[in-house]
């Protein structure tokens, strides 16, 4: 995690148009559409900020303390948001908390080397679970506060020696549910799902070689009475698609290989306000921010592509989405030749999306999770990419 000495800010001019749907400015902060940076994120302390030769000695690259990726962030059932990620260069497992969204402390979750939280959820039972892989291994965590965490051991249906990784995880009525994968890291992936009462003890659901071949999970909603899961299909390398799961219970897990998800990467899913199931994410190559929406979970629509989801000759991707009083909010990027700009799109039926506009606090930055709370949304990720990875909070409205 290096970053160029002297790197300059800018606007992108490869950065999408405004949607045709766009509101004329106003004088308040919009929810959703005008971002403010916190005041603080506190980083751990590695590389020194010293000057290091790079790669093959050929220019002095500048090495930024205080590097970690916030990979999650959710608001804590005593008040308050807790966050994790991990920091390099041992990749140890860390978390943050904050009173009030704008002020984040740093918290050590164990120093286990090669151990990546990446998701959380809050029960009922008071207790906010985190979950990710540790080595070959997925592992949970358990905290009340979000500062002291109690690492637990996950089975896997397999004798080890091959990745099984949790990548998202839900709380539902009768205690969490997990999803992710198990396979080599840039080969072909195989559907898992865990459960467990408490997130503390869990239990592996049984394999199923047809509705779960070839596929990862990447994230799971409650809906109605039961779940709905969404994953990718094809190796990392060679991904195709995507594919959805329902089931009653988060043990019996029905597949739907619906052509809706043909050619694209759904990467988050939320319950809408106004009814039904949205999902996020990007066609294969990054081009365009794409959504799906359905009634059911079961039948999916891909709504008509849209200037705002576009980028005119660059890149562009949600990350994920959240249901915040009558509306969805997407989060994502755009990028041009190097360097991304973090941003947002709101929706009121899942079909037409306004982006947000862009302000210097976005810049360099990449958004990666999203969560109710402060002014209205908090969103977590990371400034400064591809050179470094610097953890920073998002508020909007902006203060």
Excluded: K
Excluded at 103 to 119: N, Q
Excluded at 237 to 249: A, E, F, L, Y
């Amino acid at each position: 995690m290096l970053a160029l000495a002297g790197a300059l800010l800018g606007c992108d001019a490869t950065a999408p148009a405004p949607s045709p749907l766009a509101r004329a400015p106003s004088t308040a902060p919009v929810l959703g559409m005008d971002w403010g940076r916190a005041a603080s994120v506190e980083g751990p302390a590695n590389f020194q900020e010293t000057v290091s030769p790079s790669f093959q000695g050929v220019h002095p690259i500048l090495r930024f303390a205080g590097q970690a990726m916030m990979t999650d962030v959710i608001g804590l059932p005593g008040g308050g948001f807790a966050a994790v990620g991990y920091a390099p260069p041992d990749w140890q497992p860390v978390s943050w908390t904050s009173a009030d969204g704008a002020t984040w402390s740093l918290h050590s979750m164990g120093t286990t080397e090669f151990t990546f939280p990446v998701a959380l959820a809050s029960g009922s039972n008071g207790t906010t679970v985190a979950v990710g892989r540790a080595g070959n291994a997925p592992v949970a965590w358990t905290t009340v506060d979000g500062t002291a965490w109690q690492r637990h051991a996950v089975p896997v249906l397999g004798e080890g020696g091959i990745a099984e990784r949790m990548m998202t995880i839900v709380a539902g009525p009768r205690g969490y549910v997990a999803g992710g994968s198990v396979g080599p890291e840039l080969a072909d992936r195989h559907a898992r799902f865990w459960t467990s009462a408490d997130g503390s003890a869990w239990e592996p659901v049984p394999d199923d070689p047809v509705s779960f071949a070839n596929a990862e999970v990447r994230a799971i909603t409650a809906f109605e009475d039961g779940f709905v899961a969404v994953g990718v299909v094809g190796s990392m390398q060679d991904r195709t698609g995507s594919v959805v799961w329902t089931s009653p219970d988060g043990v019996n897990w029905t597949r739907i290989d619906d052509p809706a998800f043909d050619g694209g990467i759904a990467v988050a899913v939320v319950a809408a306000p106004f009814g039904g199931l949205v999902a996020v994410g990007s066609d294969l190559d990054r081009r365009e921010g794409l959504a799906w929406t359905s009634p059911d979970g079961r039948s999916w629509l891909r709504p008509p592509g849209e200037v705002s989801r576009q980028s005119r000759g660059g890149y562009v991707w949600m990350t994920d989405v959240v249901a915040i009083g009558d509306a969805v909010i997407g989060i994502g990027d755009y990028q041009g030749l190097q360097r991304g700009t973090g941003t947002s799109w709101v929706s009121r039926d899942g079909t037409s999306w306004e982006r947000a506009r862009t302000a210097p606090v976005q810049e360099q930055a990449e958004f990666y999770a999203i969560t109710p709370g402060g002014p209205g949304a908090i969103v977590v990720g990371s400034y400064g990419a591809p050179d470094s990875y610097l953890p920073r909070v998002w508020l909007t409205p902006s203060r």
